[in-house]
């Protein structure tokens, strides 16, 4: 099986653009994709990966998730004029419409379309598709939110529909929630959708009801619909991985996906003019990491927002890098929520002026006070400074193996006989000889200790190296092991010592591979949730990020 990560992008995706004065939808410009793209490549990232060209959906592709009065109206927007298209922008809620969307919508689901094709032949493991329009307010017969088709829904459908996908698990980090997406699959039980948003008791656009964490899905659809919405502005780092650790991840390794899609918008990260969060953009790189062993490593990243054109190609870059398999950089600013960075600001991501303005026929659209109030805004956003993520380096050298003799080197791992001389990523160091394996039980209650206690506390540790050894007597079962070999490659920039008698399934693991899907996970029993509870109710007061209901911050 070839390994790679699929980048899809086309130029045409940025051939449209707002053609009258909207403030609302201003920051939806075509220089996101432009920057996001140029970012990759200047990095050395976009040679890296798979290049595949995209395509236009069809029409039954794109009926997978609209009707056909509404696809039918979009069709005869390439021929209106520029009147037309206002009128009929004015029938949904902030968007708009230009004679070449309904040209680059169908290529922004034809692209992710073809990203779940590679993913799902295994012809790549994951990938990225850079696209525009974003898709995830879209619905059934509407527009929304700068969304005109809803890909990545329409994306989990064809992959249900033709590669067989018994459970599909969409992510969306993007800020806003994806209404469009929980609408889809509100009853729907082989679709989880997880969302985090902004919210601020429905005060937030999109304003709506069931955005509220009650939220929980229909029907038999009944539990797989998770909301976070967050009541306040200024989530950080923090914020973003104990949802992970204590909201999602347990649920997503329960559900146990056959392939993971990612809502990747990246306005929740620091500087966003939506979002106005803290998080910075190395945070996603940990937060791919985290998605990068379900499904056996199918993730498939697809761009929703982002609208601070640095934070956006920062972010962009993480991601696409950790789906390359680079070892994820320290996780930063973990000491408590929201708080204000001890670090000096680098002048490097002023925010870029505003690009342009708006252009076309200036009808006088709000007049002074409104201009006005945007001066101060746009004045307050430029004030947003963060450091600039470190520069992540692709080890040339990842596993090392220190083996007895007579033992034979694993595929793809070279022998050394002096560690110290080649400074690889890890290393294994091989012990005396094979003992019988031994399972220890309870792979869900393993399970809720990895992700509840034991990640959470080394992401606040931040160690310099991880120890791992597999001993005699205390043994887990394979596919715990290697998830927990996987997972904790997340701290230490990856570097991590492990101590074995058996070199079989974690070279495999050491060497970049996704760890095998544990199956569907049952409820762990009530003496390890109880013991498992215990403790972290001890350790939460020194271990902020264990901390979850109650103590959590509202
Ligand atoms: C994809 C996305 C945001 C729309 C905001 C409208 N849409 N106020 O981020
Ligand atoms: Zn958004």
Wanted: net charge negative.
């Amino acid at each position: 099986m070839k390994m790679g990560t699929a980048l899809i992008y086309d130029e045409e995706m940025t051939k449209y653009k707002l053609l009258w004065v909207d403030p609302v939808c201003k920051i939806e410009v075509p220089e996101r994709l432009i920057v996001s793209y140029e970012a990759l490549v200047k990095s050395g990232l976009a040679d890296r990966c798979v290049s595949i060209p995209v395509r236009e959906a069809t029409d039954a592709e794109i009926l997978l998730a609209h009707s056909e009065e509404y696809l039918e109206a979009v069709k005869k927007t390439p021929f209106m004029h520029l009147e037309e298209l206002m009128t009929f922008t004015q029938k949904y809620g902030d968007v708009y419409f230009h004679p070449n969307i309904y040209h680059c919508a169908k290529l922004a689901v034809g692209a992710t379309l073809q990203l779940v094709d590679n993913v799902m032949t295994g012809k790549v493991r994951n990938g990225m598709a850079l696209v525009r329009p974003p898709g995830h307010h879209s619905q059934s017969s509407a527009a929304n939110g700068f969304c005109v088709f809803n890909n990545v829904a329409i994306a989990a459908q064809y992959a249900k529909k033709h590669h067989k996908a018994k459970r599909v698990l969409i992510v969306d980090w993007d800020v806003h929630h994806g209404q469009g997406v929980q609408y889809c699959f509100e009853d729907d039980p082989s679709v989880l959708y997880f969302s985090w948003h902004r919210y601020e008791h429905q005060s937030f656009w999109p304003n709506l009801k069931e955005s509220d964490f009650d939220s929980v899905g229909s029907g038999k659809g009944a539990g797989f619909n998770v909301n976070v919405p967050w009541n306040k502005v200024g989530m950080g780092n923090s914020d973003y991985l104990a949802v992970f650790f204590h909201v999602l991840l347990p649920v997503a390794y329960e559900f146990s996906p056959d392939l993971v899609f990612i809502c990747a918008g990246f306005d929740s990260a620091i500087g966003d003019p939506e979002g106005h969060m803290s998080a910075t953009p190395d945070i996603f790189a940990h937060l791919t990491h985290l998605l990068m062993n379900l499904a056996d490593g199918k993730v498939c990243a697809v761009l929703e927002g982002g609208y601070n054109l640095t934070s956006l190609a920062q972010s962009v870059c993480q991601t696409v890098q950790t789906l390359l398999g680079d070892p994820a950089p320290r996780p930063a600013q973990l000491g408590g929520a929201s708080a204000p960075f001890p670090e000096e600001p680098s002048s490097k991501n002023r925010r870029p002026a505003q690009q342009g303005g708006s252009q076309g026929p200036e009808g006088d659209a709000g007049g002074d006070a409104q201009r006005e109030e945007e001066k101060v805004e746009e004045k307050e956003e430029e004030e947003i400074v963060w450091p600039e993520p470190l520069r992540r380096v692709a080890p040339s050298l990842r596993s090392a193996l220190l083996l007895p003799d007579a033992v034979e080197c694993p595929d793809g791992c070279a022998r050394f006989t002096c560690v110290r001389a080649c400074s690889p990523l890890n290393a294994t160091v091989l012990l005396r000889s094979p003992s019988p394996p031994q399972g220890c039980g309870d792979t869900a209650g393993v399970m809720q200790a990895v992700l509840g206690l034991l990640l959470p506390l080394g992401y606040q540790y931040e160690p310099g190296l991880v120890l791992l050894a597999r001993l005699p007597g205390y043994q887990v079962e394979g596919g715990l092991w290697q998830q927990l070999t996987c997972l904790l490659q997340g701290l230490a920039l990856g570097h991590t010592l492990v101590l074995l008698q058996v070199i079989g399934i974690t070279a495999s693991c050491l060497l970049g591979n996704a760890a095998l899907s544990l199956g569907p996970l049952v409820a762990p029993g009530p003496e390890d949730v109880g013991s498992f509870e215990r403790l972290r109710l001890r350790l939460q007061t020194d271990w902020p990020l264990l901390q979850t209901t109650g103590t959590f911050r509202d």
